[in-house]
Structures are given as structure tokens and as C-alpha cells.
């Protein structure tokens, strides 16, 4: 009898040990809570995508998502839709009366050739291409595109954050933030001068090669003085890397001459202007932002070697 006990004692014990040990691998065999097909980026909101202005088409992508701490054993398709509403509710929420207001992306330059996404097996997410023709967008407009998950082949749709707004940026290889060192000097007094360094956000404009400047001023903004017509100038860099000038609109440029240094992303200008019926010239570097002090004692070296004074 004696036995008999112990033999069953010793039956539940190592019942009891299997289950705890069942139990220990049970979180690794599988997933720690339901998976759910989510857009990236909809948790905050709004994704940037660059549109640049070079390529006659771009493309940007979306991405589909399944959550969960396994691998999926089998494709996950999801097919997205476009809601353009809920850029107006963007804009009626988030947005006052002197901000410049999202539009949809125009209809007819760009495309979503399938709206169906397919997560591969074992990836954590798939992606969902668009297709745009930047050419005929303005600088001064910005653009959204808003999109929702329509349906899912496995798993649920997430119940929160559905919606991702996808907003553009105009870019070309030309644009981005420079700083300005240079000096602007009266024709009829030469000894008037003043040092013109300030930072200068360059705008892909028309093309690939062309950014517009404004001079001296700041960048507009809605319900703040507009200095567009007056101030703002292109820069196109031709084929053999000398510059044309040309005024956005009243900016009255008398002359010009300037090379565009790529292998240092420096523009070494002169320009000969009008400003309030007074002639006078702006000559130095615009050059594009660095990223160290190492870099920046560098390109102050080259500008101080390069530096031609009138």
C-alpha cells in the first residue's frame, strides 16, 4: 500500500511538472494578444512623403501592417480606400483661418493602379504604391491624400487610429535649407554695405533644377505680409553648372552671373537688383546646411579662399 501511494504521488507530481512546463511554452507558441491589419502611421496621424520635382512620375508608398508577436503563417491581403473627407475634418479641426488649408492630391496626376496590399507570410508589412506626376503642383499649396482600410483577408481591421493622412513635400536634388553669406552693397555708394547671413529655405520649383529664394525677407505665411511679388527670385542650374536668375514675379534683377558647385552643394552668386528705386548688388555663397561643426569649418575655409569682393 505503502508503494502504491508513493507511485501515485510521484504520478501527480510529474503530472504537475508537465503542465508548468506546458504552461512556461505556451507564450512562446503563441501570440500574446489578437493580431489586428493597421495602416502605418495612422497612430500618428499624418505621414511626409517627398515629391520630387525631377522625375516626371514619382512614386511614394503606404504600408499595411499586422500586429502581433508571431510571425503570420499565410499572406494577409488588405485593400485600402480613399476617404478625401477626412482632409476637410483635418482642416476644419486642426487647422484656423490664417492657415493655408490641405486639398486632395488632384485626381487626375496621380494613381493606385490595386488597392489591395498583400503582407507576404513571416514580413512584418506590405506596401502600397502611388504613382504621381508632381509637374503641375504649387510650390505655395499643400497637398494631402487621406486613406482608410476598407477590408482584410485575415485577422480584424484595428478599431482605433484607422485613418493615415499622407501629406507632400516639393522637393528636387536643388532645394532644402542653405544659408546665405554674402554682402549687399549700394551701386551709387559703394560704402554702403550690409552683411547678408541668414538661413534660406530653397523651393523646388517648375523642374528639377530650378528652387525659388526670397531675398532678405521671410517665407510667407497666410495673414502675415505677403513679400512673394517683390522678393522672391529662381535659381535654375543649367547644364554646365553656371546659374540663371529670373524673378518670380517683381523682383526687378538687372544682372546676374554664378556657377553652382555640386560636388559641395554651394551657389556662388552676384546679382545687380532694384529695391525701393535704389540699384544694388548682392554678391556671395548660399550654401546648402551642414550637418557638423567639422563640416561647417570646411566650407567656412572654402568660402574665405573663394571669397571676390567688388
Same mark, same amino acid.
Given at each position: 500500500?505503502?508503494?502504491?501511494?508513493?507511485?501515485?504521488?510521484?504520478?501527480?507530481?510529474?503530472?504537475?511538472?508537465?503542465?508548468?512546463?506546458?504552461?512556461?511554452?505556451?507564450?512562446?507558441?503563441?501570440?500574446?494578444?489578437?493580431?489586428?491589419?493597421?495602416?502605418?502611421?495612422?497612430?500618428?496621424?499624418?505621414?511626409?512623403?517627398?515629391?520630387?520635382?525631377?522625375?516626371?512620375?514619382?512614386?511614394?508608398?503606404?504600408?499595411?501592417?499586422?500586429?502581433?508577436?508571431?510571425?503570420?503563417?499565410?499572406?494577409?491581403?488588405?485593400?485600402?480606400?480613399?476617404?478625401?473627407?477626412?482632409?476637410?475634418?483635418?482642416?476644419?479641426?486642426?487647422?484656423?483661418?490664417?492657415?493655408?488649408?490641405?486639398?486632395?492630391?488632384?485626381?487626375?496626376?496621380?494613381?493606385?493602379?490595386?488597392?489591395?496590399?498583400?503582407?507576404?507570410?513571416?514580413?512584418?508589412?506590405?506596401?502600397?504604391?502611388?504613382?504621381?506626376?508632381?509637374?503641375?503642383?504649387?510650390?505655395?499649396?499643400?497637398?494631402?491624400?487621406?486613406?482608410?482600410?476598407?477590408?482584410?483577408?485575415?485577422?480584424?481591421?484595428?478599431?482605433?487610429?484607422?485613418?493615415?493622412?499622407? %501629406?507632400?513635400?516639393?522637393?528636387?536634388?536643388?532645394?532644402?535649407?542653405?544659408?546665405?553669406?554674402?554682402?549687399?552693397?549700394?551701386?551709387?555708394?559703394?560704402?554702403?554695405?550690409?552683411?547678408?547671413?541668414?538661413?534660406?529655405?530653397?523651393?523646388?520649383?517648375?523642374?528639377?533644377?530650378?528652387?525659388?529664394?526670397?531675398?532678405?525677407?521671410?517665407?510667407?505665411?497666410?495673414?502675415?505680409?505677403?513679400?512673394?511679388?517683390?522678393?522672391?527670385?529662381?535659381?535654375?542650374?543649367?547644364?554646365?553648372?553656371?546659374?540663371?536668375?529670373?524673378?518670380?514675379?517683381?523682383?526687378?534683377?538687372?544682372?546676374?552671373?554664378?556657377?553652382?558647385?555640386?560636388?559641395?552643394?554651394?551657389?556662388?552668386?552676384?546679382?545687380?537688383?532694384?529695391?525701393?528705386?535704389?540699384?544694388?548688388?548682392?554678391?556671395?555663397?548660399?550654401? %546648402?546646411?551642414?550637418?557638423?561643426?567639422?563640416?561647417?569649418?570646411?566650407?567656412?575655409?572654402?568660402?574665405?579662399?573663394?571669397?571676390?569682393?567688388?
Amino acid at each position: 500500500m505503502k508503494n502504491m501511494k508513493n507511485k501515485i504521488f510521484m504520478s501527480l507530481l510529474l503530472g504537475a511538472m508537465l503542465l508548468t512546463a506546458c504552461d512556461d511554452e505556451a507564450p512562446m507558441e503563441r501570440s500574446l494578444y489578437p493580431e489586428t491589419v493597421y495602416l502605418v502611421g495612422a497612430k500618428d496621424k499624418i505621414i511626409t512623403r517627398e515629391l520630387n520635382l525631377g522625375y516626371d512620375q514619382d512614386t511614394v508608398y503606404a504600408s499595411v501592417a499586422v500586429s502581433g508577436t508571431l510571425p503570420t503563417e499565410k499572406n494577409v491581403i488588405a485593400e485600402v480606400e480613399q476617404i478625401p473627407e477626412a482632409i476637410l475634418r483635418y482642416n476644419d479641426r486642426e487647422l484656423g483661418t490664417n492657415d493655408v488649408l490641405y486639398q486632395n492630391l488632384p485626381a487626375d496626376i496621380y494613381s493606385i493602379p490595386d488597392p489591395a496590399v498583400t503582407v507576404p507570410a513571416g514580413e512584418p508589412y506590405g506596401t502600397l504604391p502611388i504613382y504621381i506626376e508632381p509637374a503641375t503642383l504649387h510650390v505655395d499649396s499643400l497637398y494631402m491624400i487621406a486613406l482608410k482600410l476598407k477590408s482584410t483577408s485575415d485577422f480584424a481591421l484595428t478599431k482605433t487610429d484607422t485613418v493615415v493622412l499622407m %501629406k507632400f513635400n516639393i522637393v528636387n536634388d536643388y532645394s532644402g535649407l542653405y544659408y546665405m553669406d554674402a554682402i549687399i552693397k549700394d551701386v551709387a555708394n559703394p560704402s554702403d554695405s550690409v552683411t547678408y547671413k541668414t538661413s534660406r529655405n530653397l523651393q523646388a520649383v517648375r523642374d528639377g533644377r530650378t528652387v525659388r529664394m526670397y531675398h532678405m525677407q521671410n517665407e510667407w505665411s497666410k495673414g502675415a505680409t505677403d513679400y512673394r511679388p517683390n522678393y522672391c527670385f529662381n535659381i535654375t542650374v543649367n547644364d554646365d553648372n553656371t546659374v540663371s536668375l529670373s524673378t518670380w514675379d517683381k523682383f526687378k534683377i538687372l544682372g546676374y552671373e554664378g556657377v553652382y558647385h555640386p560636388d559641395i552643394r554651394v551657389y556662388e552668386l552676384w546679382y545687380k537688383f532694384e529695391e525701393n528705386g535704389v540699384t544694388k548688388t548682392c554678391r556671395g555663397f548660399l550654401y %546648402k546646411e551642414r550637418k557638423t561643426d567639422d563640416e561647417q569649418r570646411i566650407i567656412n575655409d572654402w568660402m574665405d579662399e573663394h571669397r571676390k569682393y567688388d
